[in-house]
């Protein structure tokens, strides 16, 4: 009775002064007291939970999108590098990308300093570039997505389709000339195989043509949503030779005769990226500038596998920077006198966000191991590009959804990220296309036409 009658003092202790004139004016204290001593020790610490609950304010743990903790499966050098790139882009990018995509303009003074990095060509061998892992090559795109997947665009083809083309398919003279310089982004690259009226059938039916007359080649049609193409100091191109119908590769630099590029404008996604609408008229390109090795579309393919990786990845960076400004969102939004946060609706959303996000995490960690053990398959990547790019879309959506109104606004970040995800849905092969690609590998029939 005596340790009863105490957590009744301490229960009337809890409250001031000026709480028990208000409460007196409502209820009737005495028969408030008759009620509480009749409590069993259970009820009476509920009751002191309850009146206690809102002087003290929680601090809610710290955001951590890596929820299976694979950052704890890197090398300490390569922890070292995830986290230096990280510090960079919050730095230096973070702050500046909604003005730039606003204003669908390209940052260029920030090409010195991504240079200082010295991630472009990560994991080619030679040439400057750094010999490093598929796994850590991810990690750098899915770093950049977080943070601004049109930054990550820029440097995926720099990095991977135009520096990929010439490694993989170009001769020793050519990757001399080039790699180095693009590895140190001294000169800029673009990749062109997309045509105003040919995306998804590029493998058979590309109508921009080339032609060989004796050392040179002319090569004539249209290229679209060319990235980079705007500034670039050349750009790969892929015809379709008139006499043999095979896909060849072309080195064409901007100042070779015929070669125009006009920036696509009104774009609502990507829009610090400038894509350009290329023409080759008649455009002259020395057989010393075709590349040596690309002979068939398969050759452009070995480009494409190892790039479409690598954009899965940045669909993980664009889910992953839009669930956390999500979730720091609702963390200081307050509604009915607390968090949003702390509402069950909103936490079946951020639990469904992170869901999708570490299943798209774990995929693509298993994806860059077969990369790196050599045993990548058309179907590995167009898997991970079809249900990455998927629960993306799932996850900017569900982020702008507990942002309400605010979540369309370019302040709060995730308005980017929700329209950057439908050119990531888009490009590098669009979802029907990859799941054919899969479909193909699991059944043993090709239903592509």
Request: with cysteine; charged share 25%; proline share 3%.
């Amino acid at each position: 009775m005596f340790d009863k009658l105490k957590n009744i003092i301490k229960l009337y202790k809890s409250i001031d002064l000026t709480q028990l004139e208000k409460i007196s004016k409502k209820v009737d204290l005495g028969e408030v007291l008759g009620a509480v001593s009749k409590m069993d020790e259970n009820q009476l610490k509920m009751a002191m939970k309850m009146l206690t609950s809102g002087k003290k304010k929680k601090d809610p743990p710290p955001i951590n999108a890596d929820f299976y903790d694979l950052s704890s499966k890197l090398s300490p050098a390569d922890r070292e590098l995830q986290l230096k790139i990280r510090t960079f882009l919050e730095n230096e990018i973070k702050p500046i990308v909604n003005n730039y995509w606003l204003h669908d303009e390209f940052p260029f003074e920030v090409i010195p300093k991504l240079a200082e990095l010295n991630i472009c060509g990560y994991v080619y061998e030679g040439y400057g570039c750094a010999g490093g892992s598929s796994l850590m090559d991810g990690i750098i795109a899915s770093e950049f997505g977080r943070i601004d997947p049109s930054i990550a665009t820029f440097l995926g083809v720099q990095s991977g389709l135009a520096m990929g083309s010439i490694y993989l398919c170009g001769s020793e003279e050519q990757k001399n000339e080039w790699l180095p310089a693009m590895q140190q982004l001294k000169k800029i690259g673009a990749f062109g195989l997309t045509e105003p009226l040919v995306g998804s059938a590029t493998a058979g039916g590309l109508t921009c043509t080339c032609k060989r007359n004796g050392d040179q080649w002319e090569l004539n049609g249209q290229k679209k949503w060319i990235g980079n193409s705007t500034f670039s100091d050349m750009t790969v191109i892929w015809a379709r030779d008139v006499d043999d119908q095979q896909v060849k590769g072309f080195i064409v630099r901007k100042e070779n005769p015929g070669f125009a590029v006009e920036k696509i404008k009104g774009k609502m996604a990507l829009r610090i990226v400038q894509n350009g609408l290329i023409t080759l008229t008649n455009c002259i390109v020395p057989e010393s500038d075709r590349l040596q090795h690309a002979n068939s579309f398969k050759d452009t393919a070995k480009v494409l596998q190892m790039t479409r990786a690598g954009v899965a990845w940045m669909a993980v960076g664009c889910a992953r920077g839009a669930y956390e400004n999500a979730l720091d969102y609702t963390l200081k939004r307050e509604q009915f006198g607390k968090p949003i946060a702390s509402f069950q609706l909103i936490q079946n959303h951020l639990v469904e966000m992170l869901s999708n996000l570490t299943s798209m995490q774990t995929l693509v960690f298993r994806l860059s191991e077969l990369q790196d053990d050599d045993k990548l398959k058309d179907e590995h990547a167009s898997l991970a590009k079809v249900f990455c790019t998927l629960r993306m879309r799932d996850i900017v959506s569900r982020a702008r959804e507990v942002m309400g109104g605010n979540g369309i606004l370019l302040e709060y970040n995730v308005a980017r990220f929700l329209a950057d995800a439908e050119a990531i849905y888009s490009y590098e092969g669009t979802k029907e296309i990859n799941s054919l690609i899969v479909g193909r590998s699991i059944t043993g029939y090709s239903a592509f036409v």
